[in-house]
C-alpha cells in the first residue's frame, strides 16, 4: 500500500501519526529491565508530568485505555459508584463497574449535553457512594464536561473519588490533573497524543492508592499498586510494547519542541474554532449544526448534526472516496452526525482543508 500524504486522516480515533513519530518505531529492542529501558523511562517522567499538570509518577501500560478504566474501577471503587453518563464512553465506565461486581449509580443526560455542577452536588446529597466515575470529553458526541467545576463539587466529599476518562481530552485542551484534585485521570496513546494505539497513560492521587492498598481483589495485570511501586524503579510491570515507547519518548520532544502542552492546547483550540466559524458561516448554510451546545464543545472532536435529508455515514463514505477520512456518527447518532477528530498534530488548515472537502461532497 501507498501510505497517503499526513493530513487527510481525521478520524476521532486512532488519530493520524506524524511520519517523525511512525519512524521510532523502527528502533531495535533492548532489555526491558536494563539500563536503557530505566533511562527512557527516566527521560520521560518529566516531559509526562508536565503533560498531566502534575507533580506526581505518571504510569505507563500497555494496554488501551479502556484497560485504565477498568485500573480505575478495580483499584478506586469499594463498593458504589455514581457514574456519570452522557454518551457511550460513560455508559462504558458505567459498566465496567457493574462488570467487577461494584453497584453502580447512573446519573444520565441525553447525548451531546452534559452533567453539570449542580446536577453533581445534588447527585451526591441524594447517594451514598465511595467513587464518581465520568468521561471529560466524550468521543461520542463531541460533548466537553465542565470537569474543573466538577471537581470543585467533589471538594465537598473528601471520602469519594474522582475517576476521570480523559481519553480524548488530555494533551488537546486543559487537564489540570493536581490543581483540579482529580483522583484518577487517564488518557489513551491513540488520541490527542497521536500515537498508535496500544499505551494507556494515567496518574494517581495519594489517596487513590491509599484506597488500592486497602482492595485485595484489584487484580494483577491492571493492580494500580504494582504500577506505581514499578514507576518509582523506572520499570515496567510486564514486557512492554517496546516500540510504542519508543514512539511517545519521540511525541514528547515533539511536544516540548512546539512549546509545550499549553501551545499545544491553543492550536486545537484554534482547530475547534475554525470548525465553529464553518458551522457559522458556509456550513451552516447547507444544514450542518454542532450536537453539543457553545461553551461545551470538545477541543479535539467536532459532533455535527447533518443537513435534513443526509446521513452521515454516507457523508463519510463519500469523504472517504475523494481519499479523506473523518467518522460517521456513534451508535445511536450514526447517521444524523458525523465526526472530526480535529487533534494530535493536525493544523488550522488541515481542518479548514477537511471542511471544504465535507462542503464539496454535501453539495
Known amino acids: 500500500m501507498t501510505a497517503p500524504s499526513f493530513g487527510r486522516f481525521f478520524l476521532p480515533g486512532p ?67 455514581l457514574s456519570l453518563v452522557s454518551g457511550a464512553f460513560g455508559e462504558r465506565f458505567a459498566a465496567i463497574v457493574a462488570a467487577t461486581g461494584r453497584e453502580v449509580i447512573r446519573l444520565n443526560v441525553a447525548p451531546g449535553q452534559t452533567i453539570e455542577a449542580d446536577m453533581l452536588h445534588d447527585a451526591l446529597r441524594r447517594s451514598e457512594v465511595d467513587a464518581v466515575t465520568m468521561v471529560h470529553s466524550e468521543t461520542s458526541t463531541g460533548a466537553l464536561a465542565p470537569l474543573e467545576a466538577l471537581a470543585q463539587v467533589m471538594r465537598q466529599h473528601p471520602d469519594v473519588l474522582l475517576l476521570v476518562d480523559a481519553v480524548t481530552s488530555l494533551a488537546g485542551s486543559p487537564v489540570e490533573t493536581d490543581a483540579w484534585g482529580l483522583d484518577f485521570g487517564f488518557t489513551g496513546s491513540q488520541k490527542a497524543l497521536a500515537l498508535p494505539p496500544g499505551l494507556a497513560l494515567g496518574v494517581a492521587s495519594e489517596r487513590m492508592l491509599e484506597r488500592a492498598q486497602t482492595i485485595p481483589e484489584r487484580g494483577a495485570y491492571l493492580d494500580l499498586v504494582a504500577f506505581d511501586e514499578a514507576a518509582a524503579e523506572m520499570q515496567p510491570t510486564n514486557t512492554p510494547a517496546m516500540s510504542l515507547y519508543y514512539a511517545l519518548d519521540a ?52 459532533c455535527l448534526k447533518v443537513p435534513e435529508g443526509k446521513k452521515g455515514r454516507a457523508i463519510a ?47
Open 15 to 81: 488519530t493520524e501519526v506524524h511520519p517523525g513519530v511512525l519512524a521510532a518505531l523502527t528502533r531495535p529492542m533492548i532489555p526491558h529491565r536494563g539500563r536503557e529501558m530505566r533511562q527512557l523511562l527516566a527521560g520521560m517522567a518529566e516531559p509526562l508530568k508536565q503533560l498531566f499538570r502534575t507533580q506526581r509518577r505518571v504510569l505507563v501500560g500497555t494496554c488501551s485505555a479502556t484497560g485504565f478504566m477498568e485500573m480505575a474501577v478495580r483499584s478506586g471503587v469499594r463498593q458504589r459508584a
Open 317 to 363: 463514505q463519500a469523504l472517504g472516496e475523494r481519499g479523506w477520512t473523518i467518522g460517521s456518527g456513534y451508535g445511536s447518532l450514526k447517521e444524523s452526525t458525523i465526526r472530526i477528530g480535529h487533534m494530535g498534530d493536525h493544523t488550522v488548515a488541515g481542518v479548514q482543508a477537511v471542511l471544504a472537502e465535507v462542503e464539496a461532497a454535501t453539495r
Open 251 to 302: 511525541q514528547l520532544q515533539r511536544i516540548a519542541a512546539e512549546g509545550g502542552v499549553e501551545a499545544r492546547w491553543r492550536r486545537h483550540d484554534a482547530m475547534r474554532q475554525a470548525v465553529e466559524q464553518w458551522v457559522a458561516g458556509s456550513g451552516g448554510a447547507l444544514g450542518f449544526s454542532y450536537l453539543p451546545a457553545e461553551g461545551r464543545r470538545s477541543w479535539t472532536i467536532s
